[in-house]
């Protein structure tokens, strides 16, 4: 565990209110899905749980991360470990929502889980790896083909072209949910990218070694509550007007 | 982080017990929401679990607020940080119980959450401004016309207009909740003057530095309380009493 020094006080200040509200918002975010789950029809109940799992693990590893960095220490480790967990989770439950046949998620689903973890094993030593060394670049861009993987199947693979099938409400929100997906996936790699001071993009900013510290740990948790307690949040708009469709009411 | 400083004994533990009290009280009432839900329609459900949420999300921001302060230091923003997730929660659920139409729901919510949301965004600077510095007035006034904007709704907007049309007891409870949101609401700003012992009207009242720090945690803690538990309180009162109207019996 290395020690989080150089931070001035405004800095410090910002990462850790970014970290405890990190542990809010996914705790609360654990209590509503799991308390929700009986608005869904039983066919979709089990990707509402998915993202209760989801929020309630990320909330335990930023209540880690706030008490080791209000403790004056920084451990990258729980970033992956929450990651490694919920990942595969959050690819799985959009399979669940998308619409595809039993038979083609069971196809899909272990191949999406497989990339999303090798995304993950392959990010970390890239993010542990001194800054500006040719390890970082190396295993950010084998991570980042992984997400490639994965963005791809979503889009032009057999889940893609099912989404694309869908029309009306459903169809929109699966498409909203999409670019969510996309859009809060695709700002981990530059947060990967400025958090390293050295990098080109963080030296055409002016980032400073501990202001890029920062913008790493700020902007990865803002990410984590729109890709987990937001993505969640469509997810279980999706589940709702699909159990509406098919004619379910909660007793 | 600023150390909390410049309070005797009397006003520190003034401080130290608003803050404990805050917490068992809303972390109770997070609990007695949970439990309750089910002894509301399934249509007004929602309602309740917002409430849930909100006094979930504060009890754990008093606790953080408790163990810094008792640490003895202070941290402003875990007040923003639970403002910026509650307040949003709170006119939405108003909206929930309010009887209006889906259609106006989904025009007025998301102008209402926005509105609420920048509401808590500008105050913030404002609060952790200098004491007397022209920052802290303009802030404080730019924050207090998005609060201007969200009462406008609620009195005079659609959401007004359908409260007016309600009759009976439902008629009544929805017009005590709009006061009692008012009130509550309304008292902030007081507090946020009164808490700069430069102010106006700090000086009328003749409140030493030290008085003004314990008048505004005080305050803000009392109003939380208020505005969070006692206003869930309401909000269950009338989707109990829209449950019963529609015949609904608890299984």
Redesign the interface.
């Given at each position: 565990m290395e020690e989080v020094k150089g931070l001035v006080?405004s800095n410090?200040?910002l990462v850790?209110?970014a970290l405890?509200?990190s542990?809010?918002?996914l705790?609360?975010a654990f209590?509503?899905f799991l308390?929700?789950r009986n608005?869904i029809a039983p066919a979709y109940r089990n990707a509402i749980t998915m993202s209760a799992m989801i929020c309630g693990i990320a909330a335990y590893h930023y209540w880690r991360m706030f008490s080791n960095f209000s403790g004056g220490e920084w451990n990258e480790g729980y970033r992956y470990a929450d990651w490694l967990l919920t990942v595969p989770l959050l690819v799985a439950e959009l399979v669940v929502v998308s619409g595809v046949s039993k038979e083609v998620a069971k196809k899909v689903t272990p191949r999406l889980v497989i990339a999303a973890l090798l995304m993950i094993a392959t990010g970390y030593p890239g993010e542990v790896a001194a800054h500006g060394s040719s390890d970082r670049t190396l295993w950010g861009a084998i991570s980042g083909a992984f997400m490639l993987y994965v963005l791809y199947e979503l889009f032009a693979g057999e889940v893609g072209k099912t989404l694309k099938t869908q029309t009306g409400e459903i169809g929109k929100k699966l498409n909203n949910l999409r670019y969510l997906l996309v859009f809060t996936w695709g700002i981990y790699p530059i947060f990967y990218i400025l958090g390293d001071s050295t990098s080109w993009l963080a030296e055409q900013i002016g980032l400073s070694p501990e202001e890029a510290t920062t913008v790493i740990q700020v902007g990865y948790s803002a990410s984590d509550v729109l890709a987990k307690a937001g993505y969640g949040l469509v997810i279980m708009s999706i589940a709702l007007s699909r159990s509406e469709s098919e004619g379910y009411?909660?007793?």
């Open positions: 006080v410090h200040d850790y209110n405890s509200f542990t809010a918002a705790g609360i209590v509503y308390v929700s608005r009411r909660a007793a």
